[in-house]
Antibody, heavy 115, light 108 residues
Framework: QVQLVQSGAEVKKPGSSVKVSCKASGGRYSISWVRQATGLGLEWVGTIVPALGTTYYAQKFQGRVTMTADTSTNTVYVELSSLRFDDTAIYYCARDVSGRGNSPWGQGTLVTVSS | EIVLTQSPGTLSLSPGERATLSCRAS???????LAWYQQKPGQAPSLLLY???SRATGVPDRFSGSGSGTDFTLTISRLEPEDFAVYYCQQYGSSPVTFGQGTKLEIK
């Protein structure tokens, strides 16, 4: 059974960067990152396909986001730079199942941007 | 970008009743690549349906989906207490992937 385990909560200052990890059990998968600000909806950040070495980012985050993968440990990372207060959110990773949506999801990582 | 609009924003029903949730897209969703997710407080979303009408593994058959093109529906035939949650639709046929704003299903 596929499980995604994410790294712990982070508190960062505006203008800094944060890197969140997502470790997959059972194999190497395409992973999407989705964030959710408190009390709000879901927002796609991007997708990484480790098998192809390709990434797809939402235009909103272009230039600020980098997704990488360590295939030796089945771990993917999302790094967001130039953090702003409105980047405060729970960041989820989720397996991208071709043509079948996203499942399962990681437990989420709270990133708080605070001065 | 495909904008997904869900209605109603909040739906108040009682256990045992039927729930009908709507998701309307601003453009045709390619290949009916439309998914529904359930999210309970403090939890990550969980996939219910994909391809507009296919249930994910382990999802009870009281959940069903229909629609194509720009209009999609999630139906819960007979509400159980554990079904009260927030539901999101997602289109994943075109980039960027987008989500609806959610429908909160609450106990009346």
């Amino acid at each position: 059974q596929v499980q995604l385990v994410q790294s712990g909560a982070e508190v960062k200052k505006p203008g800094s960067s944060v890197k969140v990890s997502c470790k997959a059990s059972g194999g190497r998968y395409s992973i999407s990152w989705v964030r959710q600000a408190t009390g709000l909806g879901l927002e796609w950040v991007g997708t990484i396909v480790p098998a192809l070495g390709t990434t797809y980012y939402a235009q909103k985050f272009q230039g600020r986001v980098t997704m990488t993968a360590d295939t030796s440990t089945n771990t993917v990372y999302v790094e967001l730079s130039s953090l702003r207060f409105d980047d405060t959110a729970i960041y989820y990773c989720a397996r991208d199942v071709s043509g079948r949506g996203n499942s399962p999801w990681g437990q989420g990582t709270l990133v708080t941007v605070s001065s | 970008e495909i904008v997904l609009t869900q209605s109603p924003g909040t739906l108040s029903l009682s256990p045992g009743e039927r729930a009908t949730l709507s998701c309307r897209a601003s453009q045709t969703v390619r290949s009916s690549y439309l998914a529904w997710y359930q999210q309970k407080p403090g939890q990550a979303p969980s996939l219910l349906l994909y391809g507009a009408s296919s249930r994910a593994t382990g999802v009870p058959d009281r959940f069903s989906g229909s629609g194509s093109g720009t209009d999609f529906t999630l139906t819960i035939s007979r509400l159980e207490p554990e079904d009260f949650a927030v539901y999101y639709c997602q289109q994943y046929g075109s980039s960027p992937v987008t989500f609806g704003q959610g429908t909160k299903l609450e106990i009346k």
